[in-house]
């Protein structure tokens, strides 16, 4: 079973998934609600770790 493609698409989610994540803390930032924007922007950069990480074993599989 290859799992690169499947890796890759699940790469894709979580890309989309960081990118609203972003996009709400930026939204909760303008709402003067730093505190939850906070805690957002650090599950931001959990979720681009994640992200960086997937794609070097889906690079690694190719």
Do not use: H, I, Y
């Not at 709402?31 to 794609?55: C, K, P, W």
């Amino acid at each position: 079973m290859n799992a690169g493609p499947q890796l890759s698409s699940v790469a894709t989610a979580l890309g989309e998934l960081t990118r609203r994540v972003t996009e709400l803390a930026e939204e909760l930032t303008r709402s003067n609600r730093e505190d939850l924007a906070g805690e957002l922007f650090e599950a931001e950069r959990a979720l681009l770790t994640a992200g960086r990480r997937l794609a070097k074993v889906v690079d690694d599989l190719s």
